[in-house]
């Protein structure tokens, strides 16, 4: 089994906005029956073995704890409470407005009392339409959801690997259903003032200085998968910096810079995963360079017993 398949945005695109959708349905349901944690860690989506879970939620009024599990080995949506009740469909043939239907069903036959906020898209072309009403965006092709759900399970195993160099405060590796990437967030603990005008998202995320390194899937703005990285607030001169490996480059975004190794590049170097880390690993250090991290907080190795630290320095 090809480890990093190809998976180009146009061979999926269909099949990406539908999916990308049922993962913000079941996404509201998570932000409504969690209890809200520090730069929003409480809202995206965990990875599994068969796919990706909320994580177990509740209980509600008085009603049982309850979990929501895309499974995309046998492609369904399986709703679990505490008790052992469950309720499940099968993802392939439904609407958005059929997805969301069958969704509230399944919550209310299992006696769970919830209801996101705002059911509608976020940060998406048709954000002004209600899911329940979403009935162009109906594609699901199982073959493209097993290769995505492949990439997305390596890349996870890969971000494990980069956060385990790093003792400080650190975000869980997590699929994040607003944008539909997957990432790993590492935090100075230095307080940020918020810009004038930032929203309430953006205002929670980056209270902290961070450096994220992420992966996603290709978007109108990157028409291709990419692994990235960032830094912010961004220091000045820190796209002068020079990257690793030598296809990585930084791009423009939203005013500053992100960096940036495309998934195609990645792979044509015949090691993937180990470009990949090279890369993550060069745009951290040189983020954490210009703004003067503390390289203390490194651990190579994911050691921080002082007695193996001082054993594996003394034979160095």
């Known amino acids: 089994m090809e480890l990093f398949p190809t998976i180009p945005l146009e061979s999926w695109r269909d099949t990406k906005e539908t999916l990308h959708r049922f993962l913000q349905v079941v996404g509201k349901i998570r932000l409504a029956a969690s209890p809200r944690r ?10 599994t073995g068969e796919g990706v879970t909320t994580r177990p939620m509740g209980p509600i009024a008085g009603g049982d704890a ?5 499974d995309f080995v046998t492609h369904r949506l399986v709703v679990r409470t505490l008790a052992g009740r469950a309720v499940s469909f099968p993802l392939a043939g439904r609407s958005v407005a059929d997805f969301t239907r069958d969704l509230a069903a399944a919550l209310v ?11 509608y898209p976020y940060d998406l072309p048709d954000a002004g339409r209600p899911f329940a009403e979403d009935h162009e965006h109906r594609a699901y092709d199982p073959a493209a959801v097993t290769r995505y759900w492949r990439v997305l399970s390596q890349v996870n195993l890969l971000l494990e690997e980069h956060a385990a ?9 997590a699929h ?19 810009a004038a005008g930032a929203d309430p998202v953006t205002r929670e995320a980056y ?9 996603w899937f290709g978007d109108d703005k990157v028409p ?60 951290y250090h040189q983020g954490a360079d210009v703004a003067h991290w503390d390289g203390g907080l490194e651990c190579p190795g994911g050691v921080t017993d002082p007695v193996l630290r001082g054993a594996s320095a003394s034979a160095s």
């Open 38 to 47: 520090n730069h929003w860690w409480n809202v995206p989506f965990h990875l």
């Open 66 to 70: 309850f979990c929501v599990d895309f």
């Open 109 to 119: 036959a299992l006696d769970v009392d919830v209801a996101p906020e705002h059911p």
């Open 165 to 173: 160099g790093f003792s400080g405060k650190i975000s869980p590796v």
């Open 176 to 194: 994040f259903w607003h944008t539909f990437d997957i990432a790993v967030t590492r935090f100075s603990e230095r307080p940020v003032r918020p």
């Open 207 to 215: 209270s902290q200085e961070v450096i994220s390194a992420g992966f």
């Open 224 to 283: 291709a998968p990419a692994f990235y990285s960032y830094t912010a607030p961004e220091p000045a001169d820190l796209a002068e910096r020079r990257l690793r490996p030598d296809a990585a480059r930084w791009a423009d975004n939203r005013g500053g810079h992100i960096a940036l190794l495309m998934y195609d590049e990645a792979r044509a170097t015949g090691d993937p995963w180990r470009a990949a880390l090279d890369f993550y690993d060069s745009a």
